[in-house]
Structures are given as structure tokens and as C-alpha cells.
């Protein structure tokens, strides 16, 4: 089992950027995947981008294509998930997620969130 810290998140006005963080414990970090989640109030938790135990491979939701990028430092045990050009529909809570179940969106192990606020 990974445990998994998450850190990073705020207030920001729309169009500023935020880089969240995730410290993972687990002596198996650096050969597994990664992933971003978020949940936004009164709606179901969802993907937003994920990255191999290399590096090499990411995936992203369409609606954060382009602004957001997601990367680890494997010598810090760290994900990190770079957000640009924020929106208002990206406030949620962000979640990191660890313990690949299914490439690139099913995860055994949670973090306890972040909570992203963009205002207008």
C-alpha cells in the first residue's frame, strides 16, 4: 500500500496557475503509476491526468489538455500535476491516487485531498 500526501492547492484568480504536489511513501514508488483526480461540490470524482512509474507516459482528461501537466521526481518519491490557465470549473477538491488497478484511471490508494479554488 502507497500512502499518499497531497499539498499545494489555494485560491487563485482565473487564468493564474497552481502546481499541486504529492509525496508518496512505499517502496514501490518509482514503479508505479500515478494519478490526479478532483471532485467538484455535488459531483462524482473524476479523472484529470495520470503518468507511468517512468515518466514516459501520461494521460490526460480532454478538459484539461494543454493546460495541465503532470510529472514525478522519482528520487523525491513526488508527483507533481502543474495547472495553468485555471478556470472556474477546475475548483475542486484534487486528489492523488496510487496502487494501479487499470491504466490510466482505476487506483487502489488515495490521498486526502487538495482543495483548488479558481474565482472570476
Known amino acids: 500500500q502507497v500512502q499518499l500526501v497531497e499539498s499545494g492547492g489555494g485560491f487563485v484568480l482565473a487564468g493564474g496557475s497552481l502546481r499541486l504536489s504529492c509525496a508518496a511513501s512505499?517502496?514501490?514508488?518509482?514503479?508505479?503509476?500515478m494519478g490526479w483526480f478532483r471532485q467538484a461540490p455535488g459531483k462524482e470524482r473524476e479523472f484529470v491526468a495520470a503518468?507511468?512509474?517512468?515518466?514516459?507516459?501520461?494521460a490526460y482528461a480532454d478538459s484539461v489538455k494543454g493546460r495541465f501537466t503532470i510529472s514525478r521526481d522519482n528520487a523525491k518519491n513526488t508527483v507533481y500535476l502543474q495547472m495553468n490557465n485555471l478556470k472556474p470549473e477546475d475548483t475542486a477538491v484534487y486528489y492523488c491516487?496510487?496502487?494501479?488497478?487499470?491504466?490510466?484511471?482505476?487506483?487502489?490508494?488515495w490521498g486526502q485531498g487538495t482543495q483548488v479554488t479558481v474565482s472570476s
Open positions: 491516487a496510487g496502487g494501479l488497478a487499470t491504466w490510466p484511471n482505476k487506483y487502489a490508494d
Open positions: 512505499g517502496r514501490t514508488f518509482t514503479r508505479s503509476a
Open positions: 503518468i507511468t512509474g517512468s515518466g514516459v507516459i501520461t
